[in-house]
């Protein structure tokens, strides 16, 4: 045999292999990515799991699997792994016959929000790149980052001085409807309540213990207008900073105050997710309100629903409650709206958000 012929052949079966990988490869390709938590929060690290499975009896030379990704999910570099511009990312695998490779991507989440990595394409070819074919797979790749939570230097004085204010006040106050328990009686306990029955059965007089209401509700309602002679509804990107800071405060008053034991709401002339309707979540309280809370602060878009001294106006259900309303300005408008709050048996504090960049510090 010739080597012409040999060369022939070999080619005819390269050619062979390239157009079955190219029309068998892709069929037998899985693909599936999970980030290792659902839900982290603003300046934390996870992991994102890539799985490839090649269910066939073939071997895949490469496989290159490309996504968008969003410029506030930070990937570390490793090998077999190229982020170009902080927009798309892309993987490269070799696949022996029905082989299963995972790789752990670090992830850092640089800002508030709901990302999903979405599709992804899924290209094989020969070693030679002669023969090359791609696909879409779709996939449904959610995280929610939550908000970053202040330390106590961080939240303005005034605010912390007055969530004190209000943990304290509820020390003062018992709620005769949650009975803790009973113990001995002592000088200065009200005749009220003294529990008959366990005295009849112990021999010595018994005083009922009450717990702490949780009737203190602390609402924090935010502007997401900058400036009153704010044009549009829409903000730059160079203009997010201060609202993305005030929601970071709003969350760490309401997670605060839902930890020392009081209800915690929520309010802002800014919609959740595509919504257009103004957000408003009255106070709660309970074990599932921190994660209520936290979801929606991720989930608001930064678009102006409503005029702030008009959205206002709306609040006419916010009645006995201890109100902190956050702005990066103040007008007679607003003080309108701040009197009419108190009108309705409010206690109204209004705090100016300081102005800074965008990631940056106050």
């Not at 394409?121 to 879409?136: I, K, M, N, T, W």
């Not at 207008?225 to 704010?230: F, G, H, I, S, V």
Request: glycine share 8%; with cysteine.
């Amino acid at each position: 045999m010739s080597v012409l012929t040999i060369l022939a052949v070999l080619l005819a079966l390269y050619c062979l292999s390239g157009r079955l990988l190219t029309r068998q490869g892709l069929s037998g390709l899985q693909c599936t990515r999970a980030f290792s938590r659902p839900a982290v929060f603003e300046g934390e690290t996870g992991e994102m799991v890539e799985v490839v499975r090649n269910d066939r009896p073939m071997l895949i030379p490469w496989l290159r699997v490309e996504s968008h990704i969003s410029p506030h999910l930070q990937l570390g570099r490793q090998d077999n792994l190229h982020v170009s511009g902080s927009r798309y990312y892309s993987s490269l695998f070799t696949l022996m016959p029905y082989q299963q490779v995972k790789r752990r991507h670090r992830v850092r989440f640089l800002r508030r929000g709901v990302y999903d990595l979405g599709n992804a394409s899924l290209s094989v070819g020969d070693v030679l790149g002669f023969f090359q074919a791609s696909r879409e797979q779709m996939m449904h790749v959610p995280v929610l980052v939550f908000p970053r939570l202040l330390d106590e230097r961080e939240l303005p004085q005034p605010l912390s001085l007055m969530l004190g204010e209000i943990a304290s006040r509820r020390q003062l106050l018992t709620d005769p409807f949650l009975v803790r328990g009973i113990r001995g009686y002592q000088i200065g306990d009200p005749v009220r309540d003294i529990h008959w029955p366990a005295t009849a059965r112990m021999g010595e007089t018994q005083v009922r213990v009450f717990d702490h209401t949780a009737r203190i509700r602390l609402m924090v309602i935010l502007n997401v207008q900058r400036k009153d002679a704010q044009w549009g509804d829409h903000l730059m990107d160079y203009e997010e900073g201060e609202i993305e800071y005030g929601i970071s405060v709003a969350a760490t008053m309401c997670i605060r105050a839902l930890r020392s034991g009081l209800s915690a709401g929520f309010a802002a002339n800014m919609p959740l997710g595509e919504e257009k309707v103004s957000t408003v979540l009255l106070p709660g309280g309970g074990a599932a309100r921190e994660e209520e809370l936290l979801t929606a602060f991720a989930r608001l878009t930064i678009l102006r629903t409503l005029s702030f001294p008009l959205f206002l106006e709306t609040l006419t259900d916010l009645t006995d409650m201890d109100i902190v309303v956050l702005s990066c300005y103040d007008s007679e408008e607003i003080q309108a709206g701040l009197a009419r709050l108190r009108r309705q048996g409010n206690q109204v504090m209004l705090h100016i958000l300081e102005r800074i960049q965008q990631g940056g510090a106050a």
